[in-house]
């Protein structure tokens, strides 16, 4: 996925990025250079915590991707493949742990999920 960094702020214990992409715009962990100046990079997701389907995890309000955060939240919106364990965000696949709550009826179907600023984080790459 690509996304244009507005800015990398200090933060513990990773340095908070400020983004913008085609699907909207959070700011959560940076795992690159601290010091990367603003621009466009691309990046992949990880998240931390387990998804649970009805905790932080539910079917999505609306089709198509988005980004955005929720107070101290982001929400990624997505396509849920259960049987490869990912959420395809735009052109981006996010490899999903979790309890194996996720309901197979929801394969193929938008879901969101919902979970704090410090357990998503970005990892730029280069092509």
């Known amino acids: 996925m690509q996304i244009e960094v507005v800015d990398i702020s200090p933060g513990r214990p990773h340095p908070i990025a400020r983004f913008v992409s085609r699907i909207g715009q959070a700011a959560v962990p940076w795992c690159g250079n601290p010091d990367a ?47 490869a364990a990912t959420l395809q965000v735009d052109d981006a696949l996010i490899l999903i742990g979790g309890d194996h709550t996720l309901p197979r009826e929801a394969d193929g179907t938008w879901i969101q999920i919902r979970v ?11 092509i």
């Open 116 to 126: 704090p600023v410090g357990d998503a984080h970005l990892y730029p790459y280069q």
């Open 37 to 83: 100046p603003p621009g466009k990079y691309y990046i992949e997701w990880t998240i931390e915590p387990d998804l649970v389907w009805g905790v932080n995890t539910t079917p999505a309000d609306e089709p198509g991707p988005a980004i955005r955060t929720d107070g101290d939240h982001v929400i990624l919106r997505g396509r849920l493949d259960v049987r």
